[in-house]
């Protein structure tokens, strides 16, 4: 029965109550749990300790409330700090039974005392190791650093509902979530803003390898073998909390209430964000290829447009450029042209002779007053290299405005002469004459002839204005002119040409100059003006004086940049426009995908009842009306699997739902097979009524039941008392002859705990207080899967290793022995277990004969004149085999008296030697009993 422990205060408002169990199902059964909730702790082990709050062991039916939560190590202190909060929220001012078997003791108090600990840290966890009895034992209570518990973890944790189970079926404690985001090693937890009503349903069929001490081989941890056999039941209508018989905080319908009544968008739309949680999101991912999309093609359409539109005012303004410069070259050509001819008429009338000098002063004068220009003309000869004036005349009245004296003029000549003398080899020369004056100028020097030689040149000092206007700044094009030195002549910029800039170092010019061609253009980089710049020339055809014209690109491909940076902001308004356009309409796309990713996420946790619906009549709205679907087929099947797993062994079940094509097909594998049977039943349900018979073999078979899946045989069916199993098959099971073998002793071992309990409590009948149990093991191949129509069929096993098994189990009666096993077991459990060879015999339905042997026990376990008296009596046996039976006989008395009970195996042989004593079986008798009955 159950062993009620101190009462322990638990997170302050509850009372916790530990429970030991016996392992008898009756117990479970007749204890009375209505005023708390009960809590199944159960225990396994993969690479460290690993807990759960579990059903009720396979086979018991518990109707009474208890909590459910999926295992979760013992070491996750994210999971263990959520579990403290969310039973402390959903058992508040309840009682908590837990129950738990013998053997996991300091677990279950190590883990509540931990969860006390995550719940309210401030309590000195000596003390709580004291007050859950942990003193002296190591405890699981977390490292504590600074007052925090300690954790190296950076991540967003999502835990599963704590679930209530009662009597009315499967319902849900409403709980947070919360999110654990650790920071160095202090660990923060925050509620999330949603309340979290589905449930994981796990289902744990799992089964858990246990390290098996051979001194101690009857430790029972029953809970490593629990099994939900419920049927899963998960409800999306209207819930509303309310309280029932015990105080418990469970959901309920209320679909009366209509200010409960919830809308059919919270319906269809079942804490999306809470449950979805992807890095890039659908409405993001269009969104995104969309926007790409526009920007490429947007900025495709620009960089060509542009393209094309630059190469379009390029070209334009290359020839615009060496348009202007054609045209104010030749302009300036002909005024140079113009001026030359009129200073040749000067120098005619200057020396003409028999000219009076009063017509050589009026012509001049005249001259002077229709070309204000003209401010200087001499007329020159060389002697000696250097120039000498013989006759030169000024333009008195432009003189006299200027304030420049004759001086000045003379020294323009002087500073010029090497230059001008150049007019004497024949040579038109043009220079910048503006340095000195006041108003810019230029001159020029032309060779004359006197004599019929080239021995005078004529000087020409003209005023700028002559040919200014040709230079002015127009639009954003600047034209200006060089002569064959490079020096400017004309230019926009008046400070330039005053004085006499060298431009040389200008592309342009210098292309200009080395270029033999009279017409040119090119862009290049200026950088003394900083920037790109295309240039045209123009030769003006004398004395090798070009005029030029550049234009800034920048400026030049203005409108151009003005006209990407509006497309730009075209771009960017549509791109805008865009995305709201997208955003909106992608939800008509995201939202029922992110409906049916919910949903996904809640078949996953086993709730199949999801609240969605079709919302469009396109490809999406199929796929959800095929999803609702394939979600009720689900929930069909799940129905299935767990009536299933209530009638079947849940490990058939399981590889049935993984390929049950296979298992149908059945296939020739090595097993051990298991019988075993109650002797003398039919005169125990003879004695009892219906209700304390079916009590007694439920509890019998529960306890045996519970035994074989422990050592992870399965439960190939219930025949009245009798239960049939097998090892290695469906699945593999490694050593699967010493586990058989090792869940046979426990069964006998277990009934007769069994035995006692009831005798002592006056339980059931005197022939059922000393019930017992027969049971036949053999291992070999034999066929095994599904067997039986297409309509019903059931998983079995078949074969001469089946049979013999079935004819030990029956043969145990006639040996008065409880496990009857054959060779091949014997031959794997030697160093484990005591056998004794029994006897050699033929078997109903076989001609081969058999040695069979009893499975005595464990060798920590069996007492030392048990051990004697099976050597005895193989010695006795041997004797047998040779025939000695006086000797036989005297080895079968002594092993019987050394086992100090009757020995029904003994009594036996001693009758087969005394007859054969009388009736010799003759010379060529080979041992052999042939059984003429099963």
């Known amino acids: 029965?159950?062993?009620?422990?101190?009462?322990?205060?638990?997170?302050?408002?509850?009372?916790?109550?530990?429970?030991?169990?016996?392992?008898?199902?009756?117990?479970?059964?007749?204890?009375?749990?209505?005023?708390?909730?009960?809590?199944?702790?159960?225990?396994?082990?993969?690479?460290?300790?690993?807990?759960?709050?579990?059903?009720?062991?396979?086979?018991?039916?518990?109707?009474?409330?208890?909590?459910?939560?999926?295992?979760?190590?013992?070491?996750?202190?994210?999971?263990?700090?959520?579990?403290?909060?969310?039973?402390?929220?959903?058992?508040?001012?309840?009682?908590?039974?837990?129950?738990?078997?013998?053997?996991?003791?300091?677990?279950?108090?190590?883990?509540?005392?931990?969860?006390?600990?995550?719940?309210?840290?401030?309590?000195?966890?000596?003390?709580?190791?004291?007050?859950?009895?942990?003193?002296?034992?190591?405890?699981?209570?977390?490292?504590?650093?600074?007052?925090?518990?300690?954790?190296?973890?950076?991540?967003?944790?999502?835990?599963?509902?704590?679930?209530?189970?009662?009597?009315?079926?499967?319902?849900?404690?409403?709980?947070?979530?919360?999110?654990?985001?650790?920071?160095?090693?202090?660990?923060?937890?925050?509620?999330?803003?949603?309340?979290?009503?589905?449930?994981?349903?796990?289902?744990?069929?799992?089964?858990?390898?246990?390290?098996?001490?051979?001194?101690?081989?009857y430790d029972l941890i029953e809970s490593s073998f629990a099994q939900e056999t419920e049927e899963h039941q998960t409800k999306h209508e209207e819930v509303d909390l309310k309280k029932n018989d015990q105080g418990i905080e469970v959901t309920s319908n209320q679909t009366n209430e209509p200010n409960k009544k919830v809308t059919e968008e919270e319906q269809l739309n079942p804490s999306i964000e809470s449950n979805v949680n992807t890095k890039f999101s659908l409405q993001l991912k269009m969104m995104g290829v969309i926007s790409l999309l526009f920007v490429l093609s947007v900025a495709s359409i620009i960089i060509f447009a542009s393209f094309y539109f630059k190469r379009s005012i390029e070209l334009q303004l290359r020839d615009n450029n060496i348009r202007i410069a054609e045209i104010i070259g030749s302009k300036v050509r002909s005024d140079i042209l113009g001026v030359v001819e009129k200073g040749r008429q000067i120098a005619i009338t200057l020396t003409t002779q028999g000219l009076p000098e009063n017509d050589r002063k009026l012509l001049l004068k005249t001259f002077f007053k229709n070309d204000k220009e003209f401010i200087y003309l001499g007329i020159f000869e060389k002697r000696e290299n250097t120039l000498v004036m013989k006759r030169e005349v000024f333009n008195e009245e432009e003189l006299k405005k200027s304030a420049v004296t004759e001086e000045d003029f003379h020294a323009v000549v002087n500073r010029n002469r090497d230059a001008l003398a150049e007019a004497f080899n024949g040579q038109t020369v043009l220079l910048n004459s503006s340095p000195g004056f006041v108003e810019p100028s230029f001159a020029i020097a032309i060779p004359t002839a006197e004599n019929g030689e080239l021995d005078n040149a004529l000087v020409i000092i003209v005023k700028l204005d002559k040919i200014i206007g040709a230079f002015s700044k127009k639009g954003i094009e600047t034209t200006f002119m060089v002569n064959g030195n490079g020096t400017v002549l004309a230019h926009p910029k008046e400070d330039l040409v005053l004085a006499a800039t060298d431009l040389t170092t200008m592309p342009i010019v210098k292309s200009m100059l080395t270029s033999a061609p009279s017409t040119g253009q090119m862009s290049y980089l200026d950088e003394d003006l900083g920037g790109t710049y295309l240039g045209s020339f123009q030769k003006i055809g004398f004395a090798d004086a070009g005029v030029i014209t550049i234009v800034s690109e920048e400026k030049a491909f203005a409108d151009v940049y003005k006209s990407q940076k509006t497309n730009l902001y075209i771009a960017g308004i549509g791109l805008c426009s865009a995305l709201i356009f997208v955003f909106f309409f992608s939800k008509t796309i995201t939202k029922p995908v992110l409906q049916l990713l919910s949903a996904t996420l809640e078949i996953a946790k086993g709730n199949f009842k999801i609240g969605i619906k079709p919302t469009t009549q396109d490809e999406v709205g199929l796929l959800t009306k095929y999803f609702i679907d394939m979600g009720q087929g689900l929930e069909e099947r799940e129905k299935v699997k767990n009536i299933l797993g209530s009638m079947i062994d849940p490990v058939v079940v399981q590889e049935a739902m993984v390929d049950l094509a296979a298992l149908k097909r059945g296939s020739e594998t090595h097993i051990t097979a298991f019988f075993s049977d109650v002797a003398s039943f039919s005169t125990i349900s003879e004695q009892l009524k219906s209700a304390d018979l079916a009590a007694l073999l439920n509890e019998y078979l529960s306890a045996m039941t519970l035994l074989l899946k422990k050592h992870e045989g399965v439960l190939d069916k219930y025949i009245g008392d009798a239960i049939v199993g097998i090892f290695n098959a469906p699945v593999s099971v490694q050593d699967h002859e010493l586990k058989a073998a090792r869940a046979s002793v426990d069964m006998v071992l277990k009934l007769q705990e069994l035995r006692e309990y009831w005798t002592s409590n006056d339980l059931y009948s005197k022939e059922a207080q000393v019930m017992d149990a027969r049971i036949g093991l053999n291992s070999g191949p034999a066929k095994v899967g599904f067997m039986g129509t297409d309509a019903l069929a059931s998983y079995t096993m078949m074969g001469d290793t089946v049979n013999l098994a079935a004819r030990l189990e029956a043969a145990g009666k006639d040996y008065g022995v409880n496990i009857l096993i054959t060779d091949p077991i014997r031959d794997k459990i030697q160093e484990e277990m005591v056998t004794r060879y029994l006897d050699l015999v033929r078997v109903k339905g076989k001609n081969e004969p058999v040695r069979i042997h009893e499975l005595v026990g464990y060798k920590s376990l069996v007492s030392s004149n048990v051990l004697e008296a099976s050597l005895l009596y193989e010695a006795g046996f041997t004797e047998y085999l040779n025939q000695n039976w006086s000797k036989a006989i005297t080895y079968f008395k002594d092993s019987e008296k050394s086992k100090g009970v009757k020995d029904k195996s003994c009594r036996m042989l001693i009758d087969r030697c005394e007859e054969y004593s009388l009736n010799s079986p003759g010379n060529d008798w080979d041992g052999v009993f042939t059984r003429t009955h099963k």
């Open 1 to 217: 029965m159950l062993e009620i422990s101190a009462e322990i205060p638990f997170l302050r408002t509850s009372k916790l109550t530990f429970l030991l169990w016996d392992e008898t199902p009756g117990s479970l059964e007749s204890w009375d749990g209505d005023q708390g909730i009960t809590i199944f702790f159960q225990t396994r082990r993969a690479r460290e300790l690993e807990f759960r709050f579990g059903p009720p062991p396979w086979g018991i039916n518990f109707l009474n409330n208890r909590f459910e939560y999926p295992y979760v190590s013992i070491h996750q202190i994210s999971s263990n700090k959520y579990l403290a909060k969310s039973l402390a929220t959903a058992s508040e001012g309840k009682n908590l039974f837990v129950i738990y078997p013998k053997s996991s003791e300091v677990e279950v108090k190590s883990v509540f005392a931990r969860l006390e600990y995550l719940y309210d840290d401030r309590i000195s966890p000596d003390r709580i190791s004291h007050k859950f009895g942990l003193s002296g034992k190591t405890s699981s209570i977390p490292e504590v650093t600074n007052g925090k518990t300690k954790e190296i973890e950076t991540k967003v944790l999502s835990f599963p509902p704590l679930e209530l189970v009662g009597s009315s079926g499967k319902t849900k404690i409403r709980t947070l979530e919360f999110t654990s985001v650790s920071v160095g090693e202090n660990e923060i937890s925050h509620p999330s803003t949603h309340l979290n009503t589905d449930s994981l349903a796990e289902k744990n069929e799992s089964e858990i390898e246990e390290e098996v001490n051979p001194n101690h081989p």
